[in-house]
């Protein structure tokens, strides 16, 4: 019986059904797609904040003696994190004496890997260097690829009256050596101040073979929260296994501390925490939109319902005076929303699965694929909306005077 009152009332309002289930099917195919791309969206705007400079320092340890050691650098991307590591560049200064065409200035020689290519047993290639860690940097020419070729800050190119072609000598404890400047770098830091030259070439000039003073390292981490925050010397077993496990930027700092050998490992905190408050908006943006989507959509079915219940006062007298009690209008009344909800969150479901393949597509030219997870949501999203939107309606229902109806 129930069945057959269910298929009457679809079939002879179909203009009112048609407009609840378009309304569920947007609001679940919105909160589909906003949640699809979350993590997706989470992911590359962490990546796209990896190119605004490394958040982990590692530097020699208080006490040790003699300086990081480059041998250990593959080490790096074989921590428990190493698939998290985006890129690492190590730096050796030293203060040398510069000669160019117009003169002799006293300033900062820095050795590090430009692009170099990194093989590690059991893992794939990657290219480590300055143009990962710092992609940021204004670059006047091209990256040194011999050598002989370096890149010069761009407040010493002007002291030193030199630009792309030029020729530099650096000269230190005796020895010197020349370099073909192959690029300026406009960075608005110290690195305008320093002379950028192959890690193995200024290693042999300031007599330092194998020692490094700084590596700076770029990694995706999550954002902190008091957890995170928390002394790992003061954490129980269970605790500090959580905190290890978990990719905040002092995990990933400890495991890369643990790598390399004699060295402390620090977040930038400046950077750290930016990222972190950044990434918790963000994901707070995508839940209130997500939010936002269900409850107009219970909006929209509240006012196609009201407006269809007030057609159907007649009815619901008439069930009334043939005895129909309040559970039994409220079972037909619910039964009705919840086929059309059921219907609606698989195709908004559908709709949004498509539809979060389209936005990652344009603004990330990329591919989504979304979680298991998400088509239970979407069900679920649809039902909320469906019960949220027919709660007032039903009360409406439940509300009619069989005796005022019929006698109008």
Known sequence: MLIRILKNSFLK??????????SIIMGSAVATAFL?????????????????????????????????KSDDLPKIKTIFWKHNIVGFAPYLFGQVDFASAAGRQRGVVAGTWFGRPLQVPGEPDSIQGVKVTAPWWELDGRWPETPDEAVIGAALAKRLKVAAGCDITAAAAGKSRTFRIVGVASTGGFEEEQLFAPLAEVQTLL???GQLSRVLVSALTVPMDDFGRKDPAR????????WYCTAY???????????????RAKPIWQIASAEGALLKKLESLMLLLTALALFSAACAVS?????????????IALMKTMGADRLQIATIFLGETLLISLLGG????LAGDRLAVVISRTVFDSTVTSP???????????????LAGSAAPLKRALAVEPVRVLKG
Request: glycine share 10%.
């Open 13 to 22: 309002r179909p203009k009112p059904v048609l407009l609840v289930l378009l």
């Open 372 to 386: 298991l997870w998400l088509f239970p949501t979407a069900i679920g999203a649809a039902l909320v909306v469906a």
């Open 346 to 349: 698989l195709l908004g479901y």
């Open 36 to 68: 699809g791309i979350s993590g997706e969206l989470s992911h590359k705007m962490a990546l796209e904040l990896r190119s605004y400079g490394a958040n982990i320092v590692l530097e020699p340890a208080a006490g040790e003696a003699g300086a990081l």
């Open 249 to 263: 930027v002092t995990s990933v700092a400890k495991g890369v501390e643990e790598a390399m050998g004699g060295s």
């Open 235 to 242: 954490m129980t077993r269970e605790e500090y296994e959580k």
């Open 303 to 315: 006012s196609s319902l009201m407006a269809s219940m007030a057609k159907r006062s007649p009815e």
């Open 207 to 209: 007599n330092k073979p």
